[in-house]
């Protein structure tokens, strides 16, 4: 079984982990989270009355 040269797994090792930083920066940039009116994302307050 003929082996690899330390080359050969440079090149793998900078092929598959320049695949996986694609991917990665695919899923980022394609991702659009959806944006609520800012008139309706107001936070409600409610009155607490505390009775000690």
């Known amino acids: 079984m003929p082996q690899m040269a330390p080359l050969?797994?440079?090149n793998l090792y900078i092929l598959f982990f320049s695949i996986?930083?694609?991917?990665i920066m695919m899923n980022y940039f394609t991702y659009m989270p959806n944006?609520?009116?800012q008139?309706?994302?107001k936070y409600?307050?409610?009155?607490?009355?505390?009775?000690?």
């Open 8 to 10: 050969m797994w440079l």
């Open 20 to 23: 996986f930083l694609l991917f």
């Open 35 to 37: 944006m609520k009116d």
């Open 39 to 41: 008139e309706t994302s």
């Open 44 to 52: 409600e307050t409610q009155q607490m009355n505390w009775k000690w």
